[in-house]
């Protein structure tokens, strides 16, 4: 990990760590309002969301409009051994955190799904930039996820607004995304 990225993500760590529980709550539906309108989320059939942290972006009420308006809904499943992010159909969202993989809702259950039949894949991070790049937690799943050839789907980025920077550090291992989304409003990324 490079000197600048473990720098940014202990700041924007941080950041997250001083918001409230309700300021994350009120500015996550403002957000997943904004995501829930755009015509990928509306065209899609199979949406790939995230089981959000407590200091993340919560992901729930656009989960619940995926589920209202007749979409399929996948999730990230890690399986640390081989070291990989599978994506398995959801149909509740009480799915506890994995101690053993930093706290993360991990759901035991579901289908997996092929990475080819999602429409459409919200990614979480920590930080993206106007171009697309995202910095995320450092264990490279979304981007060998992101990097599998059979993968149509579009990716927005969901986060913050304090969380989209000028610029965030790349590698080249890095998988960009199309857009982002935050509570205020849908970016469209230039590669």
Request: aromatic fraction near 6%; glycine fraction near 8%.
């Amino acid at each position: 990990m490079t000197g600048a990225k473990k720098q940014l993500r202990t700041e924007l760590k941080r950041r997250l760590a001083e918001m409230s529980a309700e300021e994350i709550d009120r500015q996550s539906r403002i957000a997943c309002e904004h995501l829930t309108q755009t015509d990928g989320f509306r065209k899609a059939a199979m949406v790939m969301l995230f089981l959000s942290m407590p200091q993340e972006i919560d992901t729930a009420a656009a989960i619940e409009s995926a589920w209202k308006s007749g979409k399929r809904v996948v999730v990230p499943r890690i399986d640390r051994h081989p070291r990989r992010m599978v994506a398995v159909e959801i149909h509740r969202l009480d799915h506890a955190p994995d101690p053993a993989i930093s706290g993360l809702r991990n759901p035991t259950e579901g289908t997996e799904t092929p990475i080819g039949r999602i429409d459409l894949i919200v990614a979480p991070g920590l930080g993206f930039d106007r171009r697309g790049n995202r910095l995320g937690r450092g264990g490279a799943y979304y981007d060998r996820f992101l990097a599998d050839p059979e993968r149509k789907a579009a990716v927005i980025g969901f986060g913050f607004a304090f969380q989209v920077l000028d610029e965030v550090p790349t590698d080249q291992h890095d998988r960009p995304v199309d857009a982002i989304v935050t509570e205020h409003g849908f970016i469209a990324c230039g590669k």
